[in-house]
């Protein structure tokens, strides 16, 4: 798939420091803005590598503003952790997780972050 990566974005950063987050990926087209984690850390980590180019592939589908629009309102109707594009995200970050213990998908958890942007925090220490 067709994707950058911008390691210490200002965007991530913003968001992180609203959400009081260690670390944030926030997807806006086809980039995947970084902030508290490095390109390196991110694409050594399957599951939150597939969740965001799952969001890249639906900004892809939808359109930019229209994936924006669409996302903000259904998180707005059913809240984020339900939105049906977090859940999309979040069935393709778990595939690789087939083969993990409890304990390690826990440890493995990607949430939304409650922007309405289809950002991301991956949960650790
Ligand atoms: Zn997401």
Redesign the pocket.
């Known amino acids: 798939m067709d994707f950058k990566i911008v390691e210490r974005s200002l965007f991530a950063r913003i968001a992180r420091m609203v959400l009081k987050s260690s670390n944030v990926a926030m997807v806006l087209g086809k980039t995947i803005h970084l902030s508290g984690v490095t390109r390196d850390d991110f694409m050594d980590d399957p599951g939150w590598l597939a969740?965001?180019l799952c969001?890249i592939r639906q900004f892809r589908e939808n359109g930019f503003f229209r994936f924006l629009w669409l996302y903000l309102a259904e998180s707005w109707r059913v809240g984020y952790y339900n939105n049906k594009y977090?859940v999309e995200?979040r069935i393709e970050g778990m595939k690789h997780r087939r083969h993990m213990n409890p304990a390690q998908r826990a440890d493995n958890a990607?949430t939304?972050t409650g922007l309405p942007l289809?950002a991301?925090e991956r949960e650790t220490e």
Do not use: L, M, S
């Open positions: 969740h965001e969001h977090e995200a990607i939304p289809p991301d």
